[in-house]
Nanobody
């Protein structure tokens, strides 16, 4: 069973920075062959994939975070990261990491939220 565990969420002031981590375990296929994403859930809004990374390392970001967030994947440590800079109050939400093994191109390029495996989430709160 695939297990994804997020960490690093916190309460910060506007303009601050955070780094989220997502440790993976329990997968059958190589971690390096998974595409992954960070998906944000804010009360009253639909889930939004804010960043995704494909197996070749290509990245995609939502317009709301482009230029401020960076997604990265360490295939040795089996860990996904999200570096978040210049945080804004609208970045507040629960952040989930998600993984998929298989056809990743559409998921990543369209920032689709239809990933197969999800973690429990980590809360980020940004105050003004």
């Amino acid at each position: 069973e695939v297990n994804l565990v997020e960490s690093g969420g916190a309460s910060v002031q506007s303009g601050g920075s955070l780094t989220l981590s997502c440790a993976a375990s329990g997968y059958i296929y190589p971690y390096s062959s998974a595409c992954m994403a960070w998906i944000r859930q804010t009360p009253g809004k639909e889930r939004e994939a804010v960043a995704a990374i494909d197996t070749d390392g290509s990245r995609r970001y939502s317009d709301s975070v482009s230029g401020r967030f960076t997604i990265s994947k360490d295939n040795v440590k089996n860990t996904l990261y999200l570096q978040m800079n210049n945080l804004k109050p609208e970045d507040t939400g629960m952040y989930y990491c998600a993984a998929h093994w298989g056809d990743c191109l559409r998921l990543v390029q369209t920032l689709d939220t239809g990933f197969d495996y999800w973690g429990q989430g980590t809360q980020v709160t940004v105050s003004s």
